[in-house]
């Protein structure tokens, strides 16, 4: 079945500095991934939609300088958190559509990356 | 405003039975409904969906029910076993494909 590999699966830094998340689609190729925070006991809420060849979308309060999004390629996304606070710290996952029919291949997600900001 | 609510955090149900999680709606422009299993500090694990055409979508021991005139979907696992003790978040669409707007979750413990 369709694969989303996230890297790394946990990262600590330190306030100010820049954190990059990796999204990989093992077996298939994305033209687009969806980048998802969670904070405890919260739900998972969209943050942007990111666009092999062109810009991200960002939801509306996600601050697009803040947040950079990268779809360098069919199978690879990132996220870097730039000067990264306390207040960033969470639970980071992204999803990507698998190729054919959509209603028989639902989103995958990757593993999420936890985000500590010390 | 959400529009996906799950209005129980959580739901205790003894092995054996079945467990029902409920979810409502508010935008009618969803077309396409999910279920997600998940476990702390993973991405969530897909469980079953249901397009906007249909009422009721079975898979093993999940099903799943629609009812587009009330915005209400509920989840019935029967028979509930203790490895299905997780959080529970439903989720809804636009559109198969499109990023999903998920509700806050509901904990299901499942007793042996």
């Known amino acids: 079945g369709a694969v989303v590999s996230q ?7 330190k306030s ?3 954190v990059k998340i990796e999204c990989r689609s093992l077996d298939f190729q994305a033209t687009t991934m969806f980048w998802y925070r969670q904070f ?3 739900s998972l809420m969209l943050m942007a939609t990111s666009n092999e060849g062109s810009k991200a979308t960002y939801e509306q309060g996600v601050e697009k300088d803040k947040f950079l999004i990268n779809h360098a390629s069919l199978t690879l996304s990132t996220l870097t958190v730039t000067s990264a606070h306390p ?3 969470s639970f980071y996952i992204c999803s990507a559509p698998p190729s054919g029919d959509a209603y028989n291949s639902p989103l995958h997600f990757g593993n999420g990356t936890r985000l500590t900001v010390t | 405003d959400q529009q996906v609510k799950q209005n129980s955090p959580s739901l205790s149900v003894q092995e054996g039975r079945i467990s029902i999680l409920n979810c409502d709606y508010t935008n009618s422009m969803f077309d396409y409904f999910l279920w997600y ?3 702390p500090a993973e991405g969530p694990t897909f469980l079953i969906s249901i397009s906007s055409i249909k009422d009721k979508n079975e898979d093993g021991r999940f099903t799943v029910f629609l009812n587009k005139s009330a915005k209400h979907l509920s989840l019935h696992i029967v028979p ?3 490895g299905d003790s997780a959080v529970y978040f439903c ?3 636009s559109q198969a494909g499109t990023a999903l707007i998920f509700g806050k979750g509901t904990t299901l413990s499942v007793s042996s």
């Open chain 2, 91 to 93: 989720a809804a669409s």
């Open chain 1, 87 to 89: 207040e960033d710290s």
């Open chain 1, 7 to 13: 890297h790394p699966s946990w990262v600590i830094c």
């Open chain 1, 16 to 18: 100010g500095t820049s």
């Open chain 2, 80 to 82: 509930s076993q203790p």
């Open chain 1, 40 to 42: 405890p006991k919260q």
């Open chain 2, 37 to 39: 299993k998940k476990y």
